[in-house]
């Protein structure tokens, strides 16, 4: 079965993000990951608005923008309007995802609900049927590189009951601590999409790691 793969660019070369992004758009990559991090809903601050509009002007493949970030329905409209094709907010970060998940898809782009290991997989009920995307956080969010949580193998197969029970179309991506040694299970699991960053910049060819998880 093949999936989609959705490289980290948090874990790319910041000092030669230019180079980085053309490695990754000449290659078989489907999309481009954005981890949007504020300090606050994740203990780490990585980038915003600005790079996020620059890495636009670097590829026409789809902009995976993953907002780690309080109140996201402040700045849903502006990551919408430099260029995201699909938008992912926290369920643990806002009360308001019924009028996110409306404002995004009332600009013709994909919606997408991401859920913290801890969080249980029945909150998701209400939005399933509403959202294109399910992303499954496979690391407890916040920095790159750490270790997979074994648990969420188990996390993915009941999320991918509730899809199929609730007649959903929506996708799920696994994002966290996807590697060589993991990824097999989570396609057979029902993952749709692995968003890999360290397993992917820290391999010695970008190309050769992306066709290994495809």
Known sequence: MSVKVSPSILAAD?????????????????????????????PNISFGMPVVRTIRKLTKKPLDVHLMIIEPEKYVTEFINIGSD??????EATNNLNQ???????????????????????????YIKKVDLICLMGVNPGFAGQKFIESTHERLKELKQLIIS?????????????????????KSNGADVLVAGSYIFNSPDYNIAIDALK
């Open 86 to 91: 699909i938008i992912t907010v926290h369920i």
């Open 166 to 186: 609730s007649g959903s179309n929506a996708l799920i991506e696994v994002d966290g601590g996807v590697n060589k040694d993991n990824f097999q299970d989570l």
């Open 100 to 126: 996110i998940i409306d404002k995004i898809h009332e600009s013709s782009i994909k919606a997408g609900i991401a859920i913290n290991p801890e969080t249980p997989i029945s909150d998701l009920k209400e």
């Open 14 to 42: 910041f000092a030669n993000l230019s180079l980085e992004c053309s490695k990754i758009d000449k290659s078989n990559a489907d999309w481009f990951h954005l981890d949007v991090m504020d300090g606050l809903f994740v």
